[in-house]
């Protein structure tokens, strides 16, 4: 299928917090297709969390969104009423967290939350038709003794399994759409490796798009097609991802390509670190926000927030001087 | 390498249990470190990784008698400082000075109600190392200009830095009274990826320039490839595994470390698509109940009866290059 899926435009977040504006999301844009993953990759404090909560309408006071479109399947979803935004949220765009204990309700079975989220969405489902439905939905998500699983409730799972149990609740509507926030993050890594597999599994069979929020660079590369790096509610670099790990263009994604550690290096050699500390979001520098840090800061980037310009095949763009100036000089040679 | 090298900490058949209420008149043990035998040489990073629940923390505050040992043998510096079985437990104050610790969470390890001097000065006053009080404010800005911070930062409290500052300011409090030996407990996990490779590389800085000894305990597997001369590898309890480091990361002999190791997902796309990967089924068991036999068992691919049945022992199987598996023994 052609066509996009989710379309992001300028979207813009703010917290009004009592000491001031904190800007979380700075006017980001972005384009996910049909059976797509966007692998979307920050610090903490990037504002990945906050765009992903802001697509799916769940910013919570002070938070808010200030400007910018969304568009779901072409249709501007921050205009709908809270009604329509529920008939959408857990049919066509399912979310699942960071930490699955807390987003799963101590109270009820599983199965009795995973039967919820099928009746809210399909008012005419029999009890019997939804209860087998579960059931086949425990078993895709490689839980084994699916029956005697749908009686349990969340204490008596483990975290592997309680990521199973969220990853089976968010699909269990067909969503077109799938919002991961560091679903990952809190588990080990023999068990992230068993989720990653499960969700590149589950994308093939149901042609979903995955958004992939995650600060992971090993698991981005491991599961996405595409990567948007945020750094303090602005894009820095986006692109396919063989073009963000094999040919990163923006300082700061070459910064943490380089900061880390990596399990398959022949040496020891010593790292080179990203110099100066995270932004303070309710001072953000004036320019570039990755300025004060960045290696090759001009003049220009202290004073000018720079655009996105594309550098590259296959959608790769970068917000930074240096390729705003060399886009320039190559556009005068033409 | 060096042909001999001095060992600093030796242990034997170290055992930590919990007792934990199961019920009203019972009681069970968390057997969270079970007969571990390691040394450390001086002037070494040895690191041990595992995931959460494997007993990696508990073996560190363990070695530091924090937690008094269920059973087992501490010698440090060729002084035996506990022996459960010539019944040896020595007051642990002057080996403080020695043995320091640097803690996951920096902002839960900083009281907030003391200045930055006064946490840095409070391990000075208790050693009384500094006589005087200028040399105690001058002994402090020292310690914090040597972890890249500012002597004005001394009457700071800890809530007006950053994370990674307040593991600057945990790491200039462990430094204070000039250990010999660190035990760093997930130093940098609670930590953005930027500043990681910032205290990283301090710590070695710092390793270099006193001559320090780590015990690096992380459950990121290349964090510790890239700090530690030696890995040791834990799981439920037990050392499985435990090499020097590059011959740890490219040949590793326990079933364990081989899933371990190619779980963790490489920043390189392509090469993640070639690599063949172990996937283990089902979670860790309790350890409260652990399996019999290997406790790796459950979980291993190559699993045989007698793995049910008898503890694997932990031996030499290269130079220098140990593990716990009954597989190795029968390829032997």
Known sequence: MNGKLLEIKNLQVSFFTPVGEVK???????????????????????????????????????????????????????????????????????????????????????????????????????????????????????????????????HEFSGGMRQRAMIAMALICNPKLLIA???????????????????????????????????????????????????????????????????????????????????????????????????????????????????????????????????GENGHVSACWLHVRQAAEQKEAK | MEQKREKLLEIEKLRKYFPVKTGLMRKDYVQAVQDVTLHIYKGETLGIVGESGCGKTTLGRTILRLYEPTCGKIIYNGETIFDSEKKIAVNMLPYRRKIQLIFQDPSASLDPRMTVGEIVGEALDIHKLTPGRAERTARISKLLEDVGLNS??????????????????????????????????????????????????????????????????????????HISDRIGVMYLGCLVELAESYELCNK???PYTQTLLSAVPLPDPEKNKKRKRILLEGDIPSPLNPPSGCRFHTRCPYAMPICSEKEPEFKEYSPDHFAACHKLDLER
């Open chain 1, 181 to 311: 926030d560091e679903p990952t993050t809190a588990l080990d890594v023999t068990i992230q490796a068993q989720i990653i597999e499960l969700m590149k599994d589950l994308q093939k069979k149901t042609d979903m798009s995955i958004v992939f929020i995650t600060h992971n660079l090993g698991v981005v590369a491991e599961i996405c097609d595409k990567v948007t790096v945020m750094y303090a509610g602005h894009v820095m670099e986006q692109g396919a991802v063989n073009d963000i790990f094999y040919n990163p263009q923006h300082p700061y994604t070459r910064g943490l390509l380089h900061s880390m550690p990596r399990l398959d290096s022949e040496s020891q050699e010593r790292m080179v670190p990203i110099d100066g500390t995270p932004v303070d979001l309710l001072d953000p520098p004036k320019g570039c926000s990755f300025g004060p840090r960045c290696e090759h800061c001009m003049k220009i980037c202290l004073r000018n927030v720079p655009p996105l310009v594309e550098i």
């Open chain 2, 252 to 254: 590793p002999i326990h």
């Open chain 2, 152 to 225: 004005e930062h001394a009457n700071r409290f800890p809530h007006e830095f950053s994370g990674g500052q307040q593991q600057r300011i945990g790491i200039a409090r462990a430094l204070a009274v000039e250990p010999e030996f660190i035990v760093c407990d997930e130093p940098i996990s609670a930590l953005d990826v930027s500043i990681q490779s910032q205290v990283i590389n301090m710590l070695e800085d710092l390793q270099k320039e006193r001559g320090l000894t780590y015990l690096f305990i992380a459950h990121d597997l290349s964090v510790v490839r």
């Open chain 1, 24 to 154: 979380a999301v700075n006017g980001i844009n972005y384009s996910l297709g049909y059976n797509e993953v966007m692998g979307i990759v920050g610090e903490s404090g990037s504002g990945k969390s906050v765009e992903a909560y802001a697509i799916m309408g769940l910013l919570q006071s002070p938070g808010r969104v200030v400007g910018g479109q969304v568009l779901f399947a072409g249709e501007d979803i921050l205009t709908y009423d809270s009604k329509k935004m529920t008939d959408l949220r857990g049919n066509k765009i399912s979310m699942i967290f960071q930490n699955p204990m807390t987003s799963l309700n101590p109270v009820y079975t599983i199965g009795d939350q995973l039967v919820e989220a099928l009746t809210c969405h399909d008012k005419n489902i029999t009890k019997a038709e939804a209860k087998a439905r579960a059931i086949e939905m425990i078993e895709l998500v490689g839980i084994n003794n699916a029956e005697k699983r749908f009686t349990q409730y969340p």
